[in-house]
Structures are given as structure tokens and as C-alpha cells.
């Protein structure tokens, strides 16, 4: 059995093409080059909960991105100046460093995009975070799914400017 055929359409204001997706049946028109760029996107995600860490990795695996883990604010800072992910989703109640100093930091060092994840609920913890530069910022409990969602829009926001 060979490859499923790719169906390319073309119009005076759009190009697209439909080809063949393991994860959602079929990818339309421009959205190919969107899944690619996610497929090679590389997540950090910072908890000192084992179990958090493991649900996220398990919805953005699904979702085609490449996970890496730290379960503290050092180990954090070491993995991002290595790694150099995509997107960081951090926690703000870590063991060594704290996500806010971990945040502060890492906002002198890169633009890297921030997304808090975090039992911190008042308005006040989420204005800080967003001020040190947190570019989102969602509570404890969580939805799986809608944190995806949120990686996704935040990757699409910052575009080309995502770091390779």
C-alpha cells in the first residue's frame, strides 16, 4: 500500500492542498505548514508535581509536541539556556527557585514565551506573573485540553519569532 494521494486546489487568492494526518484525519489548505512547525516545537514544562508533569506531557505529546521536564526552578533555568524550548509552561510553587524568579530571569535572557500554570488563584499572583512577563497565565485545577489550546494560540501569536 503506498502513501494516500495528496489533492492540491489552487485559486486566485488561495493555494491549498488536503493530505493525510495520523492525529486528525486530514490537514487543509496552509494549516500543513502550522502542523509541521508544531510537530518540531519543544515544550518545557516545570512542576514539582510528578503527576502534572505527566498529564501535560501526555496532552501535548498528543498534540505532536516535543516535551521536555523539570521539577524545579533551577533545574528549570538549566534546561532552558540547554534546550532552548519553544514555549516554557511553568509553575510558580517550586523547591530551589521560585517560578516568578525562574520567570524574571529567564525575561532578561530570552523571549522565550511563558505560560504559568499554578495553584497562585488571587488576581494579585496573576498580575505579577503577567507583569514579570508571563504571556499567560491559567490557575489549578486545569483542563488538559485547554492548556494545549493556549500553547497552540501562543505559539501562533509569537509566529516566526519562536526560537529554533
Known amino acids: 500500500m ?11 487568492l488561495h ?16 494549516q500543513k505548514e502550522i502542523h509541521e512547525k508544531m510537530a518540531k516545537s ?10 502534572i508533569v505527566e498529564l501535560v506531557r501526555l496532552y501535548l505529546e498528543k498534540d505532536g509536541y516535543r516535551v521536555l521536564a523539570a521539577y524545579d526552578g533551577l533545574e528549570a533555568l538549566e534546561l532552558a539556556r540547554q534546550q532552548r524550548p519553544d514555549l516554557i509552561v511553568l509553575d510558580l510553587m517550586l523547591p530551589g527557585m521560585d517560578g516568578l524568579d525562574v520567570c524574571r530571569i529567564l525575561r532578561t535572557e530570552s523571549k522565550v514565551p511563558i505560560i504559568m500554570l499554578t495553584a497562585k488563584t488571587t488576581e494579585e499572583d496573576k498580575l505579577i506573573g ?9 490557575t489549578k485545577p486545569f ?17 516566526q519569532e519562536v526560537p529554533q
Open 15 to 30: 493555494d491549498f492542498f488536503i493530505i493525510p494526518s495520523h492525529s486528525s484525519g486530514i490537514i487543509v489548505g496552509r
Open 143 to 159: 483542563s488538559p485540553r485547554e492548556l494545549v489550546a493556549r500553547v497552540r494560540a501562543v505559539l501562533r501569536r509569537v509566529g
Open 130 to 138: 503577567l507583569e514579570l512577563g508571563a504571556d499567560d497565565y491559567i
Open 42 to 51: 519543544k515544550i518545557l514544562v516545570v512542576d514539582d508535581d510528578p503527576k
Open 2 to 12: 503506498g502513501a494516500p494521494p495528496i489533492i492540491t486546489y489552487a485559486s486566485d
